[in-house]
């Protein structure tokens, strides 16, 4: 990637943030692949967010709910792409407790019966382990996968 002024990088990521919601640490990153010193770096941001180009808690919101609506993650997994994007813990917090729990059992439900038509299993406790672990590795609590795993059997008994 080519070095770039400090006015480059400002033009660069005005028109990318006003295109869509990004976060602090992924302008940062941008601006230390165009070389940018940590002077032009902090000048950048600061016109950013004082013009509102850059917004954490409203980036935190638009971001959790494109997880769980369109990547159906869980709870744990968002936690951890936030963190990897350094939102602070206090505003991950705020926005992750804004979310319903039956946001997470209906993006859940679905995906677990999805699931359990493509897993072959010996038993239901093998089927069952199966499902856990998959739910599990998108990020949702152990909670509401028990939830789902003992209503599924009443709800589809033949799935």
Known sequence: MKQKTEQEALITLTALCASGEHCSQEMLDKMTRWQLSEE???RVMEYL????????????????????????????KIEQALWQKR????????????IDEN??????????KSKRR?????????LNMKLIRFALSRGF??????QCIDGADEMNPED
């Open 118 to 126: 493509c897993i072959q299993a010996k038993n239901d406790y093998e």
């Open 141 to 146: 609590t152990f909670e509401l996968i028990r």
């Open 40 to 42: 032009e770096q902090a």
């Open 103 to 112: 946001e997470y059992l209906n993006v859940l439900r679905p995906l677990l």
């Open 49 to 76: 967010v004082k013009n509102s180009y850059i917004d954490e808690e409203r980036f935190t919101h638009a971001f959790v709910m494109d997880k769980i609506r369109y990547n159906k993650w869980g709870r744990r």
């Open 87 to 98: 939102i602070t813990k206090d505003i991950q917090t705020k926005i992750l407790d804004e």
